[in-house]
């Protein structure tokens, strides 16, 4: 019988930081660097979790384009826009009601773009998930960080809980995500960044403790879904100074790594990208074979995607005025956007800095809750 099988989810936790968690040396003996997909957290946790790309979940990033779905766009909206749009602190204080309204934050996105965008990213690991994930497959207890009052909260009850349970092997995923917020906010040299990951080391040398306590062939497993690059410059897309018409004749959205285009025609196409071009951002648009290979050619997640180089970022953007001091969402091959898998228990052969595609992190993942 398989015994304890415990998985460990910290957000972004960077395959670099390794190195400071004493855990990796007396109790994760297998180790490797995770290759994260394209996008944010959100896309990398259905590939690690569930093992799907966004071409097969369906989305790219939180947002997606779904013309007429959003916020009703009346023509009386676009009167309130003309006006409100010559006024910064108006056109804050209009999006502001709206973010109450809808219980959104869109408070950024231009009020002429709010009827074709909806969010529809989900976290892999919470409800609403659109496809069935490893924690449904192997019945995991869920213990998360959004639902227990924060990351030492979350951890506490895993470790009471399975302290109180003598008889069944228990399978549990734990989830945190206070040190992403931290790269953010504080960037990677920061005494809060340093202290996390002491945290976390301690955390996850007590959770060992208890279950080698039990005796019964446990497993402990850690794994992040990205690492962090610093942001060394910021850059604005201010194509609607460069491309009349936005939200008619073509429209956009702007993350903090990348700006995507749908168009209404292929003239403002040629136009936006003349633009882009002209502006010389630091940065490239995706071609096909990219597309395809990360699995994102769906043309709903834009006809055009352009990303920025590592480390720089856009500001303000269509989350926040300010910029992070670090991001990630840059191409997924760069070595500063590494995760990490780490396991009590020996995965595979392969050499230990050979980069595992998220993809197959989800099997390797399925193949240690499963005890297979």
Known sequence: MTGDRIIVFVDGFPYSERRNLQVLKSALVWQRPIQPGFGYSVN????????????????????????????????ASRGIYSIVSRFRPAKRLVSKVLSRITGKDIRNIPLPMLSSFVRTGVNAYEGGFPSRTLLDRVSMRRYLHSELGGDEAAC?????????????????????????????????????????????????????????????????????????????????CDVEKGVHGAGERYTYFVDATMARFWFHNDLVQEEVRGWLTEDDLPGRCIDDEERKRWGISSATFGHLIFLLDEGATFAPNFFSDKPCRAMHGYAPELRSQLGLIACSLVMDSEAVEQPLPAIQAFKVMEKFALGE
């Open 156 to 236: 506490e009850a895993l470790c009471r809980d399975l302290d109180r349970s003598r008889r069944e092997p228990f399978k549990a995923f734990l989830a945190m995500a206070e040190l992403d917020h931290i790269f953010h906010r504080d960037g990677e040299a920061s005494a809060h960044f340093a202290t996390y990951v002491e945290n976390v080391d301690r955390q996850l040398k007590e959770l060992w403790q208890l279950l080698v306590g039990r005796d019964n062939q446990p497993g402990l497993c850690l794994v992040s879904d990205h690492g962090m690059a610093p942001v060394r410059r910021v850059v604005s």
């Open 44 to 75: 990398v946790k259905a590939e690690l979790f569930a093992g799907v790309r966004p071409d097969e979940v369906g989305f790219l990033n939180e947002w997606s384009y779904a013309p007429g779905q959003g916020w009703p766009w009346t023509r």
